[in-house]
């Protein structure tokens, strides 16, 4: 089970954009994700009149490592762990581990 998923609210804990928070668009791989307006660059593009993409310097989110990142609790307003815990009826579900609420999904 992932710790981080598609359409979490996330807040970058290090790097250059520490601070900032984003939602989860979509895991790259089992390690990186894509978070809105996290990581961007500027990337310079060649036209392709065959698709109709004109040229110039555009920007563009990268993928972030999942270490660098962590859920936002909404109760605090802050960057928060995740643990898992087994329900009674059988189901695996995310809690954060500050106050041991269940992480909405």
């Known amino acids: 089970m992932q710790r981080i998923r598609k359409g979490d609210e996330v807040m970058v804990i290090t790097g ?3 601070g900032k928070r984003g939602t989860v668009l979509r895991r790259v791989s089992e390690e990186y994700v894509l978070v809105e307006g996290i990581n961007r660059v500027k990337k310079n593009q060649r036209p392709n009149p065959m ?3 004109t040229g ?3 920007d ?3 993928p972030i490592h999942v270490s660098n990142i962590a859920l936002l609790n909404p109760m605090t307003q802050k960057a928060d762990r995740v643990g898992f815990k087994s ?3 059988g ?5 954060f581990k500050s106050n041991g ?5």
């Open 56 to 58: 110039g310097i555009v």
């Open 101 to 105: 609420e269940q992480v909405e999904a």
């Open 60 to 62: 563009k989110d990268m």
């Open 51 to 53: 698709k109709g993409v």
């Open 16 to 18: 250059r954009d520490k």
């Open 91 to 95: 189901r695996k579900v995310r809690v």
């Open 87 to 89: 329900l009674e009826d």
